[in-house]
């Protein structure tokens, strides 16, 4: 406790799963197979504030994270 300066999380992870208890880090890395997620975390407030909105929607205009959309 003395080595951690602050603590947040967010209260619900996907509306679907309640956060009790955490501790550590977390990171997002962006996956193309869960379009869901970062359908999610582009909700929170913290994603445009960490400057990840251009990021990602750069890795998404060059179709790194949704090959799906791919023409076959």
Known sequence: EKAVLYKEHTPQFIQEYDINTYCGLSCYIPLPQRSDL????????????????????????ADVLAPESRAQ
């Open 38 to 61: 970062s359908r999610y975390y582009k909700t929170l407030g913290w994603y445009a504030a960490a400057g990840m909105q251009p990021l990602i929607e750069g890795m998404e205009a």
